[in-house]
């Protein structure tokens, strides 16, 4: 199956710095979710990006699906952007499965 | 208004013992999973239904049986429970089981088996 691997494991930053997560696949996929889940276990959609580039706030998120990769950018970063951040690939075509990539967790310093 | 709902939220139990673990949804969606997060955080997919089928049965025990009584609902149940089980499960939902669909989260249910 598709490998999902995501980079750095962990991260601490202090509050204020900006950082890039990145999520590799082994294949060509037509779709690509991040998500964050919170030092509560709650697990929240980010971004929904197959390809191009989205903004949200300080987040955004860039797939370029040709060369199998997506990045999450997190600018001036909060004590609550800590967590684990996932990529996931949902269910595409024939292809049913869900795969979440290895997760990076993050620490945000005051 | 809770969008997908996981009862319990904590359940300690008995190594042996059979329990069950609820979902519901109530945004209208066809499909429904079930996830296993591990002590490393690692999320793994162990059941998928869409409008009350089984979609993807992951290398699952057979102690773990998934029944979904109707679309806004996927319950598990787990018989003869073992220390390995103990994780976060969590319960998620999608309009349908395609691409351009986002994934809705529950909120998780903690099993620790003694």
């Known amino acids: 199956g598709i490998q999902v691997e995501q980079s750095p494991p962990d991260l601490i930053l202090q509050e204020g710095a900006n950082s890039t997560l990145r999520c590799n696949f082994s294949?060509?996929?037509?779709?690509l979710q991040w998500f964050h889940q919170n030092p509560w276990g709650q697990l929240i959609n980010l971004f929904y990006?197959?390809?191009g580039t989205k903004q949200n706030g300080r987040l955004s998120a860039t797939t370029v699906a040709t060369e199998r990769y997506s990045l999450l950018y997190i600018s001036s970063s909060q004590t609550t952007d800590s967590g684990v951040y996932f990529c996931?690939?949902?269910?595409?075509?024939?292809?049913?499965?869900?795969?979440f990539g290895t997760g990076t967790k993050l620490q945000v310093i005051p | 208004d809770t969008a997908v709902s996981q009862t319990p939220k904590y359940l300690v139990t008995q190594m042996g013992n059979d329990k069950s673990i609820k979902c519901e949804q109530n945004?209208?969606?066809?499909?429904m999973y079930w996830y296993k997060q591990d002590s490393k955080k690692f999320l793994k997919i162990m059941f998928s239904?869409?409008?009350?089928?089984?979609?993807i049965n992951e290398t699952v025990p057979n102690r773990f049986s998934p029944k979904s009584p109707d679309k806004a609902h996927l319950n598990l149940h787990i018989n003869s429970l073992e220390l390995g089980d103990s994780a976060v499960y969590f319960c998620?939902?999608?309009?349908?089981?395609?691409?351009?669909?986002?994934?809705?989260f529950g909120p998780g249910t903690r099993l620790l088996v003694l």
């Open positions: 294949d060509s996929v037509n779709n």
């Open positions: 945004l209208g969606h066809d499909t």
């Open positions: 996931v690939l949902p269910p595409s075509g024939g292809y049913q499965k869900v795969t």
């Open positions: 239904y869409n409008n009350k089928e089984l979609i």
């Open positions: 998620a939902s999608s309009r349908e089981n395609r691409r351009q669909e986002t994934q809705y």
């Open positions: 990006i197959p390809s």
